[in-house]
């Protein structure tokens, strides 16, 4: 038996047993929603953003794509919105993706960053669950009615994740 100590290897576990957690954390956080009364499908409002942010904001575009991809598409397919799955999955983490790209690239005040990665994933979700819904329910005008709830999603968890994230970021550093 080879008792060596590898970093890569601790480092691939790390990295492994996190995007796990975030898959987790937003499966769960998606699973717990609240369907909107308004106007054609409505949309629904759930807290499944707050841990895809953190992931993305925290440990970077790889673990956001993952978390947000995975975690919602999962809630999808267990759920009665199993048609949205590949849409999400799409979407979602095209979202994860973009603001933990955004988080790792762009210079500047933290807060301001995380506030402009969650931005780009709002425009993300609303454009893609616009185009999902006309695919899916063949109506340009229907869609609309899903807007409110996509950015009452996004934005509320904006306002947990931004001004949390630069504290988290320290602590997950010290991991």
């Given at each position: 038996m080879n008792s060596t100590y590898s970093p890569i290897e601790t480092t691939k576990t790390k990295a492994l047993v996190?995007?796990?957690l975030f898959i987790a954390l937003t499966l769960i956080a998606t699973m717990i929603n609240i369907k909107l009364p308004i106007m054609?499908?409505?949309?629904?409002?759930?807290?499944?953003?707050?841990?895809?942010?953190i992931a993305a904001l925290i440990y970077g575009k790889k673990t956001g794509a993952i978390a947000g991809a995975f975690g919602m598409c999962f809630s999808d397919l267990i759920s009665p919105w199993a048609a949205w799955a590949p849409?999400?999955?799409v979407i979602v983490g095209a979202m994860g993706f973009l603001a933990g790209l955004i988080s790792e690239k762009v210079p500047g005040k933290r807060e301001l960053v995380y506030t402009l990665a969650?931005?780009?994933?709002?425009?993300?979700k609303i454009v893609g669950y616009y185009f999902a819904e006309v695919i899916l329910y063949g109506n340009w005008i229907q869609p609309f009615g899903s807007i409110p709830g996509n950015v009452m999603q996004v934005v509320i968890a904006g306002i947990?994740?931004?001004?949390l994230a630069g504290r988290l970021k320290k602590r997950a550093g010290q991991i």
């Amino acid at each position: 038996m080879n008792s060596t100590y590898s970093p890569i290897e601790t480092t691939k576990t790390k990295a492994l047993v996190i995007s796990a957690l975030f898959i987790a954390l937003t499966l769960i956080a998606t699973m717990i929603n609240i369907k909107l009364p308004i106007m054609g499908n409505g949309g629904l409002i759930h807290l499944g953003n707050v841990p895809l942010f953190i992931a993305a904001l925290i440990y970077g575009k790889k673990t956001g794509a993952i978390a947000g991809a995975f975690g919602m598409c999962f809630s999808d397919l267990i759920s009665p919105w199993a048609a949205w799955a590949p849409f999400t999955f799409v979407i979602v983490g095209a979202m994860g993706f973009l603001a933990g790209l955004i988080s790792e690239k762009v210079p500047g005040k933290r807060e301001l960053v995380y506030t402009l990665a969650v931005a780009v994933a709002l425009i993300i979700k609303i454009v893609g669950y616009y185009f999902a819904e006309v695919i899916l329910y063949g109506n340009w005008i229907q869609p609309f009615g899903s807007i409110p709830g996509n950015v009452m999603q996004v934005v509320i968890a904006g306002i947990i994740v931004v001004p949390l994230a630069g504290r988290l970021k320290k602590r997950a550093g010290q991991i």
